[in-house]
């Protein structure tokens, strides 16, 4: 099975995922597709109440070992969110993490792979 995890929000001011999330929460049957698992979430639920690109600190940039590994209670929301969204989205095969600009930069999208956080495996103690 393929799973598909689709956030908005990581970026409370970027409504083109926020949006989507919502949508897919409302109808959830339109976005089923045989062996495939969406899971929409949102990223930084408290930047989009507040419609706010981050309360603390930017969460796209919270993703490190040195974050991810600290102790929980660190003081940074997005700090506790990172660790929670690893929590929650590990398995997934493929992630959408959906933003919007406002620059000039016409329609894009970036596609990728990388491993952008593994926990520390016993055997490398």
Known sequence: MCIRDRLGGTHGNEMA????????????AS???PG???LPVLANPQAVEQCTRFVDCDLNRC?????L???????AYEHTRA???VQELGAASVVLDVHNTTS??????????????????PRDS
């Open 36 to 38: 495939i698992r969406t």
């Open 69 to 75: 590994e600290a102790e929980p209670g660190d003081g």
């Open 104 to 121: 000039n930069a016409g329609t894009m999208i970036i596609f990728g792979t990388c491993l952008l956080y593994t926990s520390p495996s």
């Open 83 to 85: 660790r929670e969204l």
């Open 31 to 33: 976005f089923q597709r």
């Open 63 to 67: 993703f490190t070992a040195q974050v």
């Open 17 to 28: 995922g926020i949006h989507l999330v919502r949508k897919i929460k409302r109808s959830p």
